[in-house]
């Protein structure tokens, strides 16, 4: 069971560029989220969704972008890369309905990002 | 804006020692609180998942109280030992959002 899988595990990006950080789970979960580690603050919320086609704004959605065409995918994008989103980036999923609300967060391996 | 603040930032104890940290949220409007484990270079696990004010969770030597009415969960670790180090997060979900908000986490630092 490969559970929830993010590519690329490290990535150097200029300033301006743009890339996208992957993200698919395969255990049918509906919910999934983006966080990014800022160092003495634990883990913030950038986007989520609560299934395919259904996408909100977290706690730190500025510069950034996400689309959600599928259950599995739940792709991550940065238009203009900047300094302040050097981060580590982490995808998690869970399933949440009726009688299984209590599920919690499957974590994928994170995502290591430098702007330089 | 939710805040949910945990305490304290980091903690020090000696092999064997039993601690506690606190992890403080909205009382309006609740739905779930979640505690995690962050291993250094790893990625979260789950430990916990409450919804009932009033409920307890155990795990080994590991266990936690919430409190809805008043906004507060307590994850008490019983004889620390070294492989317990790591930080610990906790995470609330107000009503039926779907929207995760972590604390900023405790770091566990046990000493042989």
């Known amino acids: 069971n490969a559970g929830v899988t993010q590519t690329p595990k490290f990535r150097i990006l200029k300033i301006g560029q743009s890339m996208t950080l992957q993200c698919t789970q395969d255990m049918n979960h509906n919910y999934m989220y983006w966080y990014r580690q800022d160092p003495g603050m634990g883990l913030k919320l950038i986007y989520y969704?609560?299934?395919?086609?259904i996408t909100d704004k977290g706690e730190v959605p500025n510069g950034y972008n996400v689309s959600r065409s599928t259950t599995e995918d739940f792709p991550l994008r940065l238009e203009l890369a900047a300094p302040s989103q050097t981060s580590v980036y982490f995808c998690?999923?869970?399933?949440w309905g009726q009688g299984a609300d209590n599920s919690p967060l499957h974590f994928g391996n994170g995502t290591r990002l430098t702007v330089t | 804006i939710l805040n949910v603040e945990q305490s304290p930032q980091s903690l020090h104890v000696q092999e064997g020692d039993s601690t506690n940290f606190t992890c403080s949220f909205p009382s309006s409007n609740f739905y779930a609180l979640h505690w995690y484990r962050w291993e250094t270079a790893k990625s979260p696990e789950a430990l916990f998942v409450m919804t009932l004010n009033g409920d307890e969770k155990k795990k080994g030597r590991i266990s936690a109280t919430l409190n809805t009415k008043e906004g507060y969960s307590y994850l008490y670790i019983k004889g620390s030992q070294p492989e317990d180090s790591a930080t610990y997060l906790c995470a609330f979900l107000r009503s039926n959002t779907g929207k995760l908000i972590f604390g900023q986490g405790t770091t566990l630092q046990v000493k042989p």
């Open positions: 969704s609560v299934g395919a086609g």
């Open positions: 998690a999923s869970s399933y």
